[in-house]
């Protein structure tokens, strides 16, 4: 017995060991499930870490790209870094206006965290923001909510009424979502009531009793403005004022008020019907509501739906430019701010708001330092056409035109608008060349206020003969505003003078400059000047119409038809006649013989051809022409080698900023840029480095952004050669695993586009196309390692929709350069057909300008003609027959005699 209790106990011992072994094996067990959890969550929060570096870097470099503010701003929260969240929306709210949702969130995480005055004054500048960017009823609610959070303090039912009361101001017409203001307010005051009802028993004061009646009717009044207001659920507002009264009718005009706004919403509720039956942003459905709101007059209404479609549609500068015209019309100056502000946020490429704005802020008399940074911002956007920046210089100059009025007796407005135009000329002529100003209208403006303001004629002479010089000595456009100015602030003398050069220069439209001529004779020249005017308009159009008919000869012989005009009816329409008559009017009319009026022939061609200009000649010294466009700069062809050649440089970069990008590929030797006359850069030069090594570490920089624009590096040689051998850099043949994008944002950027393509296998390389200042293309091309990850990523990103944006994407596949004509035929396999843009090559020579066939009549054949069935087999016969000419031989100069001879 003694043994077995023995036993039992050592076995009770080893089984308590075994019990305490298990759970300590149990808490290791547990305590490495939450090691592992724990570095989980650390490899979780690095990752998340690598991915905010990553956007902020993107941002750094390309802040306007929605989307990294976006994936940064939720990664932060996430994490839940306040600070850095801060930051991430600050920044974000910088460069685009703020979506509902997004401010939604800011608030709710920033609210709770208020502790004193100074946090609370901030959330009121954030809840600001917040209203500058959309009107949003859930944002006022929650501005309401957070004004009721300041009940304890002194004045805090006065602020938490006046929160209401601007809620109601702002967005308590919104016909859909304004009932929920007007309700939380009603609610508010009932509650303030209720607290005012005395308890059972109590015996109540005067005091009291004026409080209740006073906060009483307070709540009747709050019943009676939202019954009088045309919302949704109306009836309902009305049944709950009732059951609230006690009764089931009200005072009459609580009930015609009501009727009136019943009224309204009737008429306008198919339109809400139809807001909520169609798809986002429902454009078409605000226009008709907004045309059904215009007819009212009513400008609280047309504000507050204009408000409503713009927070659906803020990407629609059509838009923005009906609400803001409507707004100048109304002429309240705090609100046109504003809303110019939000609509260059929203769309800043739309350079008819920039217009708008500055012509806005010019009625109200701003000062000239804002219109001057104003005009700055518009003009730092990045427009994408010269049309845009036209637009913006010429109103502008307008503005300081009209300066020019008010400060009469200053210098200063008037060499600040000299200034300002030549810079705009610059600006339009370095980067657009003639079409930044295609029809001269900085330079007529500029002349224009030299002879009024600077009383300088000679001056303003001067600019008009450089316009003419420029380019538009054959438009008559141009010479007529020349001549109204001239006749404007001139002499006769000098009208006369314009008016005879217009007429032996003008081809576009000659008779407007000879009515102007016989008319300025008429009624500032004497007999004889109006004679000889009269003869040397007749003698002109003479020569006019001769060139009119001879282009019509030429047209018809190229097509070889002859043109017949009828009436319809088979009667062929006489040629028509320009007259100058007696009184020197004109007057067309059909042939026929009158003594008294001189006649002129016209072509039966309704258009005429220009005079072609004369070939330029060639200049032979390159070392004049240098000297007489700008400062020379001499190169010496023997370092070529050693020396790079850099264009499409920014006009205001200088050496020493370019010397900063080289001076990593090896020692610079010398740096010369090219520049004109007026010592500013021409954007392109030369950099000569000690080594060959070096241009090779040089042309690798050859596309990379320097202030804004992709620099072009290539090796200096001799252009002549160059141009017999021209080199693309980029493949031209098909490229499996090459995809080509276009149709993309202008806003994308290059890191979003990688992200975007990554998913579909390893990228080699992200090319995206620009314009030579910069501006996107829209274009790109996204190079991976194999045929197969392009092919996946052509099927499933290929219309895409990124914003208003659908993108193509497809393999590249550039058409051929300088293809022949003749091998963009239909294949005969394949029939199809190689289309390509640019300039047309043919294998074959084109007719003669004089059309004149040089071969003597004799050794001219007759045309063969082919008939259809002979048209298939065309090739071969040519072949056919080229190969007989070629086995026959050149005649000999005796065959050739004897064929003259015909012996």
Not at 410 to 418: I, K, Q, V
């Amino acid at each position: 017995m003694a043994d077995a209790d023995c036993t039992n106990i050592e076995m009770k011992e080893c089984t308590a060991l075994l019990n305490e072994h298990s759970e300590h094996e149990k808490d290791e067990i547990v305590d490495d499930d939450t090691r592992s959890e724990q570095e989980s969550d650390g490899e979780s929060e690095k990752e998340i870490e690598n991915e905010i570096a990553a956007y902020s870097k993107q941002i750094s470099q390309n802040p306007y790209v929605y989307d990294n503010h976006i994936k940064k701003i939720k990664l932060l929260r996430e994490l839940g870094d306040l600070h850095r969240l801060r930051e991430a929306r600050e920044e974000m709210s910088r460069h685009f206006p703020l979506t509902e949702e997004l401010w939604l969130d800011w608030l709710r995480d920033e609210i709770p965290l208020v502790s004193d005055e100074t946090e609370r004054q901030k959330i009121e500048q954030l809840f600001q923001k917040a209203f500058e960017d959309y009107q949003s009823v859930p944002v006022w609610l929650e501005y309401v909510q957070f004004a009721i959070g300041r009940m304890s303090e002194k004045d805090g039912l006065a602020i938490v009424r006046e929160a209401f009361e601007r809620a109601l101001t702002t967005v308590g017409l919104h016909v859909s979502q304004g009932s929920n203001i007007w309700e939380a307010y009603r609610e508010f005051e009932n509650a303030l009531l209720a607290g005012l009802v005395p308890s059972a028993g109590t015996v109540v004061t005067k005091e009291e009793e004026e409080s209740f009646a006073v906060q009483n009717q307070r709540v009747i009044n709050l019943f009676k403005r939202h019954l009088a207001v045309p919302l949704l659920h109306m009836k309902r507002t009305m049944d709950e004022y009732k059951e609230w009264l006690g009764q089931d009718t009200v005072d009459q005009d609580t009930q015609d008020s009501f009727n009136r706004a019943l009224e309204v919403l009737e008429n306008v509720q198919f339109l809400e019907d139809k807001l909520l039956t169609t798809e986002t942003p429902h454009l078409e459905v605000y226009q008709e509501y907004i045309e059904h709101e215009m007819k009212t007059n009513d400008p609280s209404r047309i504000i507050c739906i204009f408000e409503r479609a713009i927070k659906d549609n803020c990407l629609n500068p059509s838009l923005w430019l009906q609400y803001t015209t409507y707004l100048d019309k109304l002429k309240v100056k705090q609100q046109i701010s504003s809303a110019y502000e939000r609509a260059i946020r929203n769309c800043p490429w739309s350079s008819q708001l920039w217009v708008n704005y500055i012509l806005a802020m010019e009625r109200q008399n701003k000062e000239f330092v804002f219109m001057k940074d104003l005009a700055d911002k518009a003009l730092l956007v990045g427009f994408t056409n010269a049309a845009d920046y036209l637009a913006v210089w010429c109103q502008y100059c307008d503005y300081l035109r009209r300066r020019l009025d008010f400060l009469k007796d200053d210098t200063e407005p008037l060499e600040t608008f000299r200034l300002t135009v030549e810079r705009a000329s610059d600006f339009l002529f370095e980067n657009f060349g003639k079409d930044g100003d295609p029809e001269a209208v900085l330079q007529q403006l500029i002349a224009f206020v030299e002879i009024k303001y600077g009383k300088n004629q000679e001056k303003a002479r001067e600019i008009w003969n450089q316009v003419m010089q420029a380019g538009h000595g054959a438009t008559a456009a141009i010479w007529l505003h020349y001549y109204r100015f001239e006749r404007m602030y001139g002499d006769s003398k000098h009208c006369r003078r314009i008016l005879q050069k217009a007429l032996n220069s003008v081809t576009d439209w000659p008779e407007s400059i000879i009515q102007a001529y016989i008319n300025f004779e008429r009624e500032e020249g004497n007999l004889e000047q109006y004679d000889s005017a009269v003869a040397k308009c007749n003698a002109q159009m003479e020569r006019i119409n001769e060139r009119r008919a001879k282009q019509a000869e030429r047209e018809q012989t190229i097509q070889n038809k002859k043109i017949k005009k009828t009436d319809g009816k088979g009667h062929s329409i006489q040629p028509k006649t320009t007259e100058i008559n007696e009184c020197g009017e004109f007057s067309l009319k059909h042939n026929s013989t009158n003594k008294n009026k001189r006649k002129i022939k016209e072509s039966p061609a309704d258009s005429y051809a220009k005079e072609e200009p004369p070939e330029k000649k060639k200049k032979d010294n390159v070392q004049s022409e240098s000297q007489f466009h700008g400062e020379s700069v001499k190169h010496d062809p023997t370092k070529d080698n050693v020396t790079a050649f850099v264009s499409n440089l920014d006009f205001t970069l200088e050496e020493d900023r370019l010397k900063n990008v080289f001076e990593k590929c090896g020692e610079i030797v010398s740096i010369r840029l090219v520049r004109n006359y007026k010592g500013k850069s021409k954007g392109f030069g030369y950099i000569e480095f000690t080594d060959s090594n070096a241009v090779l570490q040089a042309l690798k920089l050859d596309r990379e952004f320097v202030d804004g624009r992709p620099m072009f590096v290539s090796r200096c040689e001799d252009r002549s050669v160059v141009k017999n051998t021209p080199l693309f850099k980029f493949p031209t043949q098909l490229e499996k695993n090459k995809l080509f994008i276009k149709g993309l944002p202008f806003t994308f950027s290059k890191e979003a586009l990688e992200e975007l393509f990554i998913k579909h296998g390893t990228i080699k390389e992200v090319r995206m196309v620009t314009y030579r200042n910069g501006s996107p293309k829209g274009i790109a091309y996204i190079e991976y390692d194999n045929e197969q990850s392009a092919a996946q990523a052509v099927l499933h990103e290929d219309g895409l929709v990124i914003g208003n944006h659908t993108i193509s994407v497809a393999i590249s596949n550039p058409p051929e350069r300088k293809t022949p004509f003749s091998s963009r035929l239909p294949a005969p396999q394949t029939g199809q057909m190689n289309l390509g843009s640019g300039k047309r090559e043919t294998t074959f020579r084109g007719k003669a300008r004089t059309q004149i066939s040089l071969v003597p009549r004799a050794l001219r054949k007759p045309e063969q003609k082919i008939s259809a069935s002979e048209t298939v087999h065309s090739d071969t016969v040519t072949e056919t027959s080229a190969a007989k000419d070629a086995g026959k031989g050149p005649m000999t100069n005796d065959e050739f005699r004897n064929l003259l001879l015909k012996k």
